[in-house]
């Protein structure tokens, strides 16, 4: 069974990959974030990384809902993902 960081993570990378396939998002997430598609693919499993997935979606409900939908989660996943992982939110700019 997975401990509550570990169920976290395994949440916000089912919300990073449904960003990825998101091509009108994903390119407000990356801008966003500083992040460039390489750095996000090869920092895609960092807490701190996961935790600013979280912070963009959410955002806006409507992002939280729609992933959730289409990553199969419940709506207060994302919610209790973030609070389970580790700092404070990131500062975009």
């Known amino acids: 069974m997975l401990h509550d960081g570990e ?9 990073l990959g449904w960003i990825a396939g998101n091509d009108e998002l994903l390119p407000v997430f990356l801008g966003a974030s ?16 996961l935790a600013s997935v979280l912070d963009f979606l959410l955002m806006d409900d409507a992002w ?8 199969g989660l419940g709506y207060q996943s ?11 939110a990131p500062e975009w700019g």
């Open 64 to 71: 939280v809902i729609a992933c959730c939908d289409g990553a």
């Open 34 to 49: 500083g992040l460039r598609p390489a750095d996000l693919l090869g920092r895609a499993a960092e807490p701190e990384v």
């Open 7 to 15: 169920a976290a993570e395994t949440v916000a990378l089912h919300a």
């Open 78 to 88: 994302l919610r209790r993902a973030r609070q389970a992982l580790p700092g404070a």
